[in-house]
């Protein structure tokens, strides 16, 4: 059985490792290097308080600046800094959880989408729809993020005097969503006071009377106007709007386009682009003199049937990767050709892909 003692260069003797081997150190030689050594831990010990101090205020002041942000009172919204987001449902070896609807709009840059006229309505529309069904399945972050870029949106609406009917629709119903949901409160998910919620709503009171109150200003140049184009051209213009209450306001700036509003052709191009000819049959409309209504049939249509949606510039969704990007900022693709796994999403489209 081996012998197990103590280790034969101590105790009470110190041995320095040189050239020639192991030597023993004299009294002097131990008490100078205990007194190196004792200076050394002291300068360390006094470096880690500083590095400590030190990592505590970068603690504190990051834990500030994220309160601040945080704060209602503040108007900035949430960002991250990949304009990108990975889409997955359910967690694997590389990933856990899973990525919700209030995550992606955090993480997606929807506040400087709302300045580009290509994506202005595609926003709008989103936020519609999360306004009618989502609202309560935000994070508390994402709900004030929502609120802040709503914000933005009218007020870019009031600067831009563009776009007013459809941010109106909006806000009336995002309103209706929250009587409703402040009503049940004991059964809402909304997360925050309900004094907040309240607070929000009188906002967008005043934001639907800013807009009812709007003055359209008159552009100052004295240049040629649409009312100084010929009426074919007038009427090829008018060909290219999608939304047949666009024609009706146009109609009712003066006699002369009221009667080019009233085109039959015009009329049936737009249900014809808008509707499939199954539902245009199912919903025939035909006038004393044995012509169809194609006005009439156009607004029957869009109270049974949704529009198309056609958007200048969309959200893509690569399928390789299941990242979420928009189309001009670059994501960590790993395919080799990128571009072919790369699909348009929809409003509602974003919205069913957090759906579980």
């Given at each position: 059985?081996?012998?197990?003692?103590?280790?034969?260069?101590?105790?009470?003797?110190?041995?320095?490792?040189?050239?020639?081997?192991?030597?023993?150190?004299?009294?002097?030689?131990?008490?100078?290097?205990?007194?190196?050594?004792?200076?050394?831990?002291?300068?360390?010990?006094?470096?880690?308080?500083?590095?400590?101090?030190?990592?505590?205020?970068?603690?504190?002041?990051?834990?500030?600046?994220?309160?601040?942000?945080?704060?209602?009172?503040?108007?900035?919204?949430?960002?991250?800094?990949?304009?990108?987001?990975?889409?997955?449902?359910?967690?694997?070896?590389?990933?856990?959880?899973?990525?919700?609807?209030?995550?992606?709009?955090?993480?997606?840059?929807?506040c400087?989408?709302?300045?580009?006229?290509?994506?202005?309505?595609?926003v709008?529309?989103?936020?519609?729809?999360?306004?009618?069904?989502?609202?309560?399945?935000?994070?508390?972050?994402?709900?004030?993020?929502?609120?802040?870029?709503l914000?933005?949106?009218?007020?870019?609406?009031?600067?831009?005097?563009?776009?007013?009917?459809?941010?109106?629709?909006?806000?009336?119903?995002?309103?209706?969503?929250?009587?409703?949901?402040?009503?049940?409160?004991?059964?809402?998910?909304?997360?925050?006071?309900?004094?907040?919620?309240?607070?929000?709503?009188?906002?967008?009171?005043?934001?639907?009377?800013?807009?009812?109150?709007?003055?359209?200003?008159r552009?100052?140049?004295?240049?040629?106007?649409?009312?100084?184009?010929?009426?074919?051209?007038?009427l090829?213009?008018?060909?290219?709007?999608?939304?047949?209450?666009?024609?009706?306001?146009?109609?009712?700036?003066?006699?002369?386009?009221?009667?080019?509003?009233?085109?039959?052709?015009?009329?049936?191009?737009?249900?014809q682009?808008?509707?499939t000819?199954?539902?245009?049959r199912?919903?025939?409309?035909?006038?004393?003199?044995?012509?169809?209504?194609w006005?009439?049939?156009?607004?029957?249509?869009?109270?049974?049937?949704?529009?198309?949606?056609?958007?200048?510039?969309?959200?893509?969704?690569?399928?390789?990767?299941?990242?979420?990007?928009?189309?001009?900022?670059?994501?960590?693709?790993?395919?080799?050709?990128?571009?072919?796994?790369?699909?348009?999403?929809?409003?509602?489209?974003?919205?069913n892909?957090?759906?579980?």
């Amino acid at each position: 059985m081996p012998f197990l003692g103590q280790d034969w260069r101590s105790p009470g003797q110190s041995w320095v490792k040189t050239e020639d081997g192991w030597k023993k150190t004299t009294k002097d030689e131990n008490e100078t290097n205990n007194n190196v050594s004792e200076r050394k831990s002291y300068c360390k010990e006094e470096h880690d308080k500083e590095n400590l101090i030190l990592s505590i205020n970068y603690d504190v002041a990051a834990k500030k600046r994220k309160k601040d942000l945080l704060n209602n009172n503040t108007k900035i919204p949430y960002f991250h800094k990949d304009k990108w987001i990975y889409v997955h449902k359910g967690s694997t070896k590389e990933r856990h959880g899973y990525c919700t609807l209030g995550e992606a709009f955090n993480r997606l840059d929807f506040c400087s989408a709302i300045k580009d006229t290509r994506r202005f309505n595609y926003v709008v529309r989103l936020l519609e729809l999360i306004a009618k069904s989502q609202l309560p399945s935000l994070s508390g972050v994402a709900q004030k993020n929502y609120m802040n870029i709503l914000e933005r949106v009218v007020q870019k609406v009031l600067e831009d005097q563009q776009n007013v009917r459809p941010i109106k629709e909006l806000l009336q119903t995002l309103h209706a969503s929250l009587c409703s949901l402040v009503q049940d409160m004991g059964k809402s998910v909304l997360v925050g006071n309900i004094n907040i919620w309240v607070h929000r709503m009188e906002n967008i009171l005043q934001w639907q009377q800013q807009l009812d109150n709007i003055q359209i200003n008159r552009p100052a140049n004295t240049g040629m106007t649409f009312l100084d184009l010929p009426a074919s051209l007038q009427l090829n213009i008018m060909h290219r709007l999608t939304d047949g209450r666009d024609l009706v306001s146009l109609g009712q700036v003066c006699p002369d386009l009221s009667v080019l509003t009233e085109d039959r052709l015009l009329w049936k191009k737009l249900c014809q682009y808008h509707f499939t000819d199954r539902q245009i049959r199912k919903r025939l409309m035909v006038s004393d003199k044995g012509h169809l209504e194609w006005k009439k049939m156009y607004f029957k249509l869009c109270r049974c049937y949704p529009h198309k949606e056609q958007y200048s510039d969309t959200l893509q969704f690569c399928t390789h990767c299941h990242i979420l990007f928009w189309k001009d900022t670059n994501h960590p693709c790993t395919a080799n050709n990128p571009e072919s796994c790369c699909k348009a999403v929809s409003p509602q489209g974003f919205i069913n892909l957090f759906k579980f």
